[in-house]
């Protein structure tokens, strides 16, 4: 018997599912075992085209999908807290199973839907809202499930990692965001992927799911890219480091941080090597110790590659026992959140100094003041211009310290504009 | 109620699972939700001292193991063929689950032993039995279940990879085999793993699962990395390579390429980066592209953590409905394997050619005749020797033209010893 199938949105992963079920019903019977029965997909407008997909199975009627008895599996493609979450909640009442690759709803109201999962004695299956094809979900909270993580570091937003790698092949960011949306990796408004809000979604997600806690999602620090001068990541490089955005979550002292910033990355490890629209996720675990998942974070086809695994998984009844049986689920207690300013690690600092007798001093000065001392100093001549470009690598020191140091810092008469700031995982911190 | 569990075997991974389920009760609760009964370890010397591991639960007895009740998973981790195999067997129709990461015996007798768990209504897991603490089985059987595959390329050795990471960095083969046994990454008879055999082991076990099909493991093509000479990764790090040993199944043409040998990857991609001990597995699929794992591939707690995670999941009883479910664990049509003569890829060939004129000439016309033709050739200056050595990078080839060619090359005056070869992974086809 076919297990009957709904999809709600059918965008760019909503049609890419629809397609899978439709098209390659032999390779799904020969690799899961089973048949699907796609029966509706929710649309705003039916009458748009969208070749390959039966108009029949469009419907605006989301009822008319959640009342059909053979529906067993609901999974919701669309995206955004509403009305995504009230079909969510309103499907698992009505018995059905659901499959969602919602990173933005799970991260604000995971507890709750999961809540309402158990109550119903169902199952929400989410493998598609962090990174795309890649199963991290599956390795958190199974294939790792005997380890006590410790840190969990990633590069799980494609359409940054996409605009950071042509910023470090030399061009601006406006030119790598311009062609990160020609060529289909960024949305006309990027806002949500380059601010970083996107990479914090799915942090929240598999750092619930690692470490076993309700995570408060407006605890995690949040920077994007979108502030980064390509400048930076030239000299980042002649230090032999690489510019990503990280998603971070690690366990200091009893405390959890969360944060996700730019970092530079020591050029001979992993994560350096992950361009272009890529993810990739460093999992640290207490007996595995460091594992870790490769694979494209986004587009259609690879995100419906998770999404029916999810689909399979929902129908085969091992959904169920998961989401019933493993506490990594249930996120029982609250995560005691570590202050950011508490955050110790490298940093890098560059800055238009004077070039005057006493800048120097200054600088250095404000430095040592906060305690911040200095692994290496570079000062670039110039010859057109009175203020020349200094670049300081600091030893470890906590993010308060040089947060204080900042403020002051851009208020001296010696430092013109702004200074540059990008935070260093050390290698021993990342392999 | 906690979940009986008994153990066969007590080396470097038995005494690792041995210890997290006696040690680490709370956080397999936390984690899992369950908790274990380590009922028995079975030893072959039960006076051998074993800090950690209580007395008491070491027997020579396998029958009182197996006819014990309680014991409601047995976890083989002896290795080898026999006893090996039989106490699977025996356990299984006895109503155990059964977990073990036995590779060498589920890549020769792999088919049995599924039918035996199916025929008893039980299951196999073994996810330890590849990759160590990286959970490959899990991806390739259910995280890309909606995937046709195309292609895997592994590093699934670690010991091979360690030997190859100091040769890179100038060591002879037999001081870097030396530096790793010391180290304890190689086996004091290294001979599976540096013939390649171990590889192949966990390449046959992969491939069933990745295509659905029985693996004749006969028919893989073989060549370990014992007879590699350090000139030849120098040479290759000149020209923008890194030797790795890989294990690789792919498609081609409808049938199944399966081999193991020593290649050259471009520096720039993941594999090359993946140094020491360390094992990753990158595989292809239609939907989802490009993924990568990437972990500790030996070692007890590494090979642990994916042992409890074997446990646990027989214990959720999802084990026994993924085992009944899903036909990637069938393998019921023998694969079509292709000749490892008919696959194509570039080749580096490096010689000690007589220096003296025609000897170019009469090389090259070996290889022209045999339609290889040539991508890059360099021959390097000496001023202490009347041969000199010639580096060839062919274009595409086939396999069994490159080593008809060896043949004559080998034989000719002009060349002395023996012609080193080693293939070469594309961007391309890596990528």
Same mark, same amino acid.
């Given at each position: 018997?076919?297990?009957?199938?709904?999809?709600?949105?059918?965008?760019?992963?909503?049609? @890419?599912?629809?397609?899978?079920?439709?098209?390659?019903?032999?390779?799904?019977?020969?690799?899961?075992?089973?048949?699907?029965?796609?029966?509706?997909?929710?649309?705003?407008?039916?009458?748009?085209?969208?070749?390959?997909?039966?108009?029949?199975?469009?419907?605006?009627?989301?009822?008319?999908?959640?009342?059909?008895?053979?529906?067993?599996?609901? #999974?919701?493609?669309?995206?955004?807290?509403?009305?995504?979450?009230?079909?969510?909640?309103?499907?698992?009442?009505?018995?059905?199973?659901?499959?969602?690759?919602?990173?933005?709803?799970?991260?604000?109201?995971?507890?709750?839907?999961?809540?309402?999962?158990?109550?119903?004695?169902?199952?929400?299956?989410?493998?598609?809202?962090?990174?795309?094809?890649?199963?991290?979900?599956? @390795?958190?909270?199974?294939?790792?499930?005997?380890?006590?993580?410790?840190?969990?570091? /990633?590069?799980?937003?494609?359409?940054?990692?996409?605009?950071?790698?042509?910023?470090?092949? /030399?061009?601006?960011?406006?030119? @790598?965001?311009?062609?990160?949306?020609?060529?289909?990796?960024?949305?006309?408004?990027?806002?949500?992927?380059?601010?970083?809000?996107?990479?914090?979604?799915?942090?929240?997600?598999?750092?619930?799911?690692?470490?076993?806690?309700?995570?408060?999602?407006?605890?995690?620090?949040?920077?994007?890219?979108?502030?980064?001068?390509?400048?930076?990541?030239?000299?980042?490089?002649?230090?032999?480091?690489?510019?990503?955005?990280?998603?971070?979550?690690?366990?200091?002292?009893?405390?959890?941080?969360?944060?996700?910033?730019?970092?530079?990355?020591?050029?001979?490890?992993?994560?350096?090597?992950?361009?272009?629209?890529?993810?990739?996720?460093?999992?640290?675990?207490?007996?595995?110790?460091?594992?870790?998942?490769?694979?494209?974070?986004?587009?259609?086809?690879?995100?419906?590659?998770?999404?029916?695994?999810?689909?399979?998984?929902?129908?085969? /009844?091992? @959904?169920?026992?998961?989401?019933?049986?493993?506490?990594?689920?249930?996120?029982?207690?609250?995560?005691?959140?570590?202050?950011?300013?508490?955050?110790?690690?490298?940093?890098?600092?560059?800055?238009?100094?004077?070039?005057?007798?006493?800048?120097?001093?200054?600088?250095?000065?404000?430095?040592?003041?906060?305690?911040?001392?200095?692994?290496?100093?570079?000062?670039?001549?110039?010859?057109?211009?009175?203020? #020349?470009?200094?670049?300081?690598?600091?030893?470890?020191?906590?993010?308060?310290?040089?947060?204080?140091?900042?403020?002051?810092?851009?208020?001296?008469?010696?430092?013109?504009?702004?200074?540059?700031?990008?935070?260093?995982?050390?290698?021993?911190?990342?392999?």
């Amino acid at each position: 018997m076919p297990t009957g199938v709904a999809i709600l949105g059918c965008g760019t992963v909503g049609s @890419a599912v629809a397609e899978m079920l439709l098209n390659e019903k032999l390779l799904l019977k020969k690799r899961a075992g089973r048949s699907f029965d796609l029966r509706h997909i929710l649309v705003r407008d039916p009458a748009r085209p969208r070749p390959g997909i039966p108009r029949r199975l469009l419907t605006t009627d989301a009822a008319k999908i959640l009342h059909d008895p053979q529906v067993h599996i609901v #999974v919701e493609l669309m995206g955004g807290i509403e009305p995504a979450g009230t079909l969510i909640r309103q499907a698992l009442s009505l018995g059905k199973r659901v499959v969602t690759a919602n990173k933005h709803l799970l991260a604000l109201h995971g507890v709750d839907v999961f809540r309402a999962a158990r109550k119903a004695g169902s199952s929400v299956c989410f493998e598609a809202s962090c990174g795309g094809a890649i199963p991290i979900v599956m @390795a958190l909270s199974r294939g790792l499930v005997a380890n006590d993580i410790d840190r969990i570091i /990633g590069i799980v937003n494609g359409t940054c990692n996409y605009i950071l790698t042509r910023m470090s092949d /030399g061009q601006t960011y406006a030119q @790598a965001l311009a062609e990160a949306q020609s060529a289909g990796f960024a949305e006309p408004d990027p806002t949500m992927d380059v601010r970083g809000t996107d990479s914090a979604h799915k942090l929240a997600i598999l750092a619930a799911l690692a470490f076993g806690v309700q995570v408060p999602f407006e605890k995690i620090q949040i920077q994007g890219i979108d502030s980064l001068d390509a400048v930076d990541l030239n000299y980042g490089r002649e230090l032999g480091y690489v510019c990503k955005l990280l998603a971070i979550a690690e366990k200091i002292n009893g405390y959890l941080s969360l944060r996700v910033h730019p970092a530079f990355v020591p050029r001979q490890h992993l994560l350096a090597s992950v361009g272009g629209p890529f993810n990739a996720i460093s999992v640290f675990g207490h007996a595995s110790g460091q594992t870790l998942y490769y694979g494209r974070g986004a587009g259609g086809r690879p995100t419906a590659s998770a999404v029916v695994a999810d689909i399979v998984d929902s129908a085969m /009844g091992t @959904a169920d026992v998961l989401f019933r049986e493993l506490p990594a689920l249930a996120g029982r207690s609250p995560a005691r959140i570590m202050p950011p300013s508490a955050v110790v690690c490298r940093h890098y600092l560059r800055m238009q100094a004077l070039d005057q007798p006493g800048s120097m001093h200054r600088i250095t000065g404000v430095l040592g003041k906060k305690g911040i001392s200095l692994a290496a100093v570079a000062q670039h001549e110039s010859r057109q211009d009175s203020y #020349v470009p200094l670049v300081v690598m600091t030893h470890e020191a906590g993010d308060g310290a040089v947060t204080a140091a900042l403020r002051v810092l851009n208020r001296l008469n010696c430092v013109r504009g702004k200074v540059s700031h990008i935070r260093v995982i050390d290698p021993a911190q990342a392999v």
